[in-house]
């Protein structure tokens, strides 16, 4: 018999590409004026008579925020503030840290997600301004004008939207902007303007086009990766089988998060699950590590954050969707979607479980069987106050499976003051110097 090996081709670790972000732009002096239209930002914040402005840039323009500010400066008479690392997304406005300084206003340079704000500050969006065949497009899309056909303009090319208006003039074409899809028709072929990406995904969900194209140098028709649908099914049932389940705050700026927030504690509740709150700003796998008894993690974020996607992470991702299709049998009419405020108006009514007792069923991840109260079945029960197990041979046990418990089975439960175990010394001096040889260590 051949041996089978177990360990992966050490290609995979040498080639894994551990930081993926945009690399940093530094755009040409000359250029800065028309690439942040400073003239445009300079009378925006005349006219509205502000006088403390925040400028927010994504990581990757940073090279160019000193220059920027230093201009608008110049044409205001008045400091600017640049807000260089924002504490969740780049691309959702960044209001809490602009409240920090009392600012008046923000402009906000580079991608953005359009999801529903919830920032009460003025703000300004200044695009980035990527090249287009024009030509090309119009040849491209030569093919489609027979039936009803709309072009949606990403916003690096707004720049040139008059140009395309100019050379594609059709009574079947209708032109929208990626800032203002209010009124964009639902169901039609529709070719977007842009990069593929998270952004065309969340089109394909919200808009349901009938045939979905996206031109950046060439057309090519979307076709929706099967595997962001199937991935749903296995975190519905995750969450079916978790215990204790963590929700993530990943975003302040987008509209209703509390409102979710508060929705999501009523669906866990009702389902007779814990969770816990947790903001700790940016996360990272570092910091959910430090919450080893979750068993799935509840993320509030914008529509365009890449967390979802990540597989670096100790527990699986879920979104609001998940958690509301997996234990709230009365929204069974919603459609996916990152964002959640394209469903959340649409939600049922929460079914309470509480003092009921419907059958169980089996878990497809684990074949265990599953409780009226959706925790696996060890045969035990576990009484009103989640304290106390009663085992089926009538033993009582603690319950160890929330955070108290969970906390009171670990090795090591972090500093802890000894109280009354310490004898009372006076001060005395401690050690001096360097941590590399303190004074009082042999030289």
Same mark, same amino acid.
Request: proline content about 3%; charged content about 25%; overall charge negative.
């Given at each position: 018999?051949?041996?089978?090996?177990?360990?992966?081709?050490?290609?995979?670790?040498?080639?894994?590409?551990?930081?993926?972000?945009?690399?940093?732009?530094?755009? *040409?002096?000359?250029?800065?004026?028309?690439? !942040?239209?400073?003239?445009?930002?300079?009378?925006?914040?005349?006219?509205? $008579?502000?006088?403390?402005?925040?400028?927010?840039?994504?990581?990757?323009?940073?090279?160019?925020?000193?220059?920027?500010? =230093?201009?608008?400066?110049?044409?205001?008479?008045?400091?600017?503030?640049?807000?260089?690392?924002?504490?969740?997304?780049?691309?959702?406005?960044?209001?809490?840290?602009?409240?920090?300084?009392?600012?008046? *206003?923000?402009?906000? #340079?580079?991608?953005?997600?359009?999801?529903?704000?919830?920032?009460?500050?003025?703000?300004?969006?200044?695009?980035?301004?990527?090249?287009?065949?024009?030509?090309?497009?119009?040849?491209?899309?030569?093919?489609?004008?027979?039936?009803?056909?709309?072009?949606?303009?990403?916003?690096?090319?707004?720049?040139?939207?008059?140009?395309? /208006?100019?050379?594609?003039?059709?009574?079947? &074409?209708?032109?929208?902007?990626?800032?203002?899809?209010?009124? +964009?028709?639902?169901?039609?072929?529709?070719?977007?303007?842009?990069?593929?990406?998270?952004?065309?995904?969340?089109?394909?969900?919200?808009?349901?086009?009938?045939? @979905?194209?996206?031109?950046?140098?060439?057309?090519?028709?979307?076709?929706?990766?099967? &595997?962001?649908?199937?991935?749903?099914?296995?975190?519905?049932?995750?969450?079916? $089988? =978790?215990?204790?389940?963590?929700?993530?705050?990943?975003?302040?700026?987008?509209?209703?998060?509390?409102? +979710?927030?508060?929705?999501?504690?009523?669906?866990?509740? *009702?389902?007779?699950?814990?969770?816990?709150?947790?903001?700790?700003?940016?996360?990272?796998?570092?910091?959910?590590?430090?919450?080893?008894?979750?068993? &799935?993690?509840?993320?509030?974020?914008?529509?365009?954050?890449?967390? !979802?996607?990540?597989?670096?992470? !100790?527990?699986?991702?879920?979104?609001? #969707?998940?958690?509301?299709?997996? @234990?709230?049998?009365?929204?069974?009419?919603?459609?996916?979607?990152?964002?959640?405020?394209?469903? #959340?108006?649409?939600?049922?009514?929460?079914?309470?479980?509480?003092?009921?007792?419907? /059958?169980?069923? &089996? =878990?497809?991840?684990?074949?265990?069987?599953?409780?009226?109260?959706?925790?696996? $079945?060890?045969?035990?029960?576990?009484?009103?106050?989640?304290?106390?197990?009663?085992?089926?041979?009538?033993?009582?046990?603690?319950?160890?499976?929330?955070?108290?418990?969970?906390?009171?089975?670990?090795?090591?439960?972090?500093?802890?003051?000894?109280?009354?175990?310490?004898?009372?010394?006076?001060?005395?001096?401690?050690?001096?110097?360097?941590?590399?040889?303190? $004074? =009082?260590?042999?030289?």
């Amino acid at each position: 018999m051949s041996q089978v090996s177990f360990s992966s081709n050490e290609a995979v670790s040498l080639e894994k590409t551990v930081n993926n972000e945009q690399k940093p732009v530094e755009t *040409a002096i000359e250029n800065i004026d028309s690439v !942040y239209e400073i003239e445009k930002c300079t009378q925006w914040i005349k006219i509205h $008579d502000f006088h403390k402005v925040c400028l927010q840039f994504p990581n990757y323009l940073l090279p160019d925020s000193s220059e920027v500010a =230093s201009r608008l400066e110049d044409k205001l008479g008045e400091n600017v503030y640049i807000l260089g690392d924002t504490a969740y997304e780049s691309c959702c406005i960044d209001y809490i840290a602009a409240a920090h300084l009392n600012a008046d *206003a923000i402009i906000h #340079f580079g991608p953005v997600c359009f999801s529903q704000t919830s920032a009460s500050i003025p703000y300004l969006n200044i695009y980035e301004k990527h090249d287009l065949n024009v030509v090309k497009l119009k040849h491209a899309i030569e093919g489609l004008r027979n039936d009803k056909l709309i072009i949606l303009v990403d916003t690096p090319y707004i720049h040139v939207l008059d140009s395309i /208006e100019e050379a594609i003039k059709d009574q079947n &074409v209708q032109i929208f902007r990626a800032d203002k899809t209010e009124s +964009l028709p639902v169901k039609h072929k529709l070719v977007f303007v842009g990069d593929p990406g998270r952004k065309l995904m969340n089109i394909f969900l919200s808009f349901q086009p009938q045939k @979905l194209y996206w031109f950046t140098n060439s057309l090519e028709e979307y076709v929706m990766d099967t &595997v962001v649908l199937k991935k749903r099914n296995y975190l519905m049932e995750k969450i079916r $089988d =978790s215990r204790t389940i963590g929700i993530i705050i990943g975003t302040l700026g987008v509209k209703n998060y509390l409102n +979710l927030i508060d929705r999501m504690k009523k669906v866990i509740s *009702a389902s007779r699950k814990k969770y816990y709150i947790i903001s700790v700003g940016r996360p990272t796998v570092a910091k959910l590590a430090n919450f080893p008894e979750l068993d &799935v993690y509840l993320m509030i974020t914008c529509a365009m954050s890449e967390i !979802y996607d990540s597989r670096d992470f !100790y527990q699986p991702i879920a979104t609001p #969707f998940d958690v509301e299709m997996a @234990l709230n049998h009365g929204s069974t009419d919603i459609k996916f979607s990152y964002d959640y405020n394209r469903y #959340f108006e649409h939600c049922g009514r929460i079914e309470d479980k509480e003092g009921s007792r419907c /059958e169980g069923d &089996v =878990s497809l991840l684990t074949n265990r069987i599953r409780g009226a109260d959706g925790i696996e $079945d060890s045969g035990g029960g576990v009484n009103g106050n989640n304290q106390i197990m009663l085992r089926s041979d009538g033993t009582l046990a603690l319950n160890t499976s929330y955070g108290a418990g969970f906390l009171a089975d670990r090795t090591w439960k972090g500093l802890e003051q000894n109280l009354g175990g310490t004898d009372v010394e006076k001060a005395a001096e401690g050690r001096s110097g360097l941590a590399q040889k303190y $004074d =009082s260590e042999n030289r």
